[in-house]
């Protein structure tokens, strides 16, 4: 059972270059999001997706795209990555109603330099 | 709009010793409340949850009670466990369950 993966697990990137980061879920689950993680600030959501077919932005969207390929899998592009985005990225996906609780992919650590 | 506080870290303690680490949330309705834990290296897994108000969550010796009246859910343990050092997050769900928001973390350490 292998729930949230995420591909890479860790990446390196020059400034202007771009990335996709891969996530995938099999639990069925119609929510997927993307956390930013860094030290003394908790996880910040980027985007999420609510259904097939449907992204929203979270609290700090700039500078990343998303796109939810079908109910399993949620892509995060970066078009331009700034070293701003160093950071620890990791996917979700929901549990629906009532209990909405969460389940998290290993994390992608990038590296912007 | 909605949010989460909870206590600063580190916090260390020794084996056996009481846990607490506090935790209130601002939240417009009625969310659901979450603690999860992360070890290093690894993703969030749910630790315990509670959905309504009066509700206790539990889990591994764990325990939070959901506090409509002081907006409370405060993580407890009676005697915490050298493999209970990790960093424990607490975190809430809009009723539409499609915004979470979530604490800056607490970093607990316990020593033998």
């Known amino acids: 059972n292998a729930g949230v993966t995420q591909t890479p697990k860790f990446q390196v990137l020059k400034t202007g270059q771009s990335m996709t980061l891969q996530c995938a879920q099999d639990m069925n689950h119609n929510s997927m999001y993307w956390y930013r993680q860094d030290p003394g600030m908790g996880l910040r959501l980027i985007y999420y997706s609510a259904s097939e077919g449907t992204t929203d932005k979270g609290e700090v969207p700039n500078g990343y795209n998303v796109s939810r390929l079908n109910k399993r899998e949620f892509s995060l592009r970066l078009e331009s990555a700034a070293p701003s985005q160093t950071s620890v990225y990791f996917c979700?996906?929901?549990?629906?109603?009532?209990?909405?609780?969460?389940?998290f992919g290993p994390g992608t650590r990038l590296t912007v330099t | 709009g909605d949010s989460v506080t909870q206590m600063e870290g580190p916090v260390t303690l020794s084996e056996e010793a009481f846990l607490t680490i506090n935790c209130t949330y601002t939240?417009?309705?009625?969310?659901?409340l979450f603690w999860y834990v992360q070890y290093p290296g690894e993703g969030l897994q749910l630790l315990l949850k509670a959905t309504k108000a009066d509700d206790k969550g539990s889990n591994k010796g764990f325990e939070a009670t959901y506090r409509k009246e002081t907006t409370s859910f405060h993580l407890e343990k009676g005697s915490v466990q050298v493999s209970d050092s990790a960093v424990y997050f607490c975190a809430l769900s809009d009723r539409t369950g499609n915004q979470f928001y979530f604490g800056t973390g607490t970093s607990l350490t316990v020593i033998p």
């Open positions: 979700a996906s929901t549990r629906d109603s009532p209990s909405y609780e969460q389940y």
């Open positions: 939240a417009t309705g009625y969310p659901s």
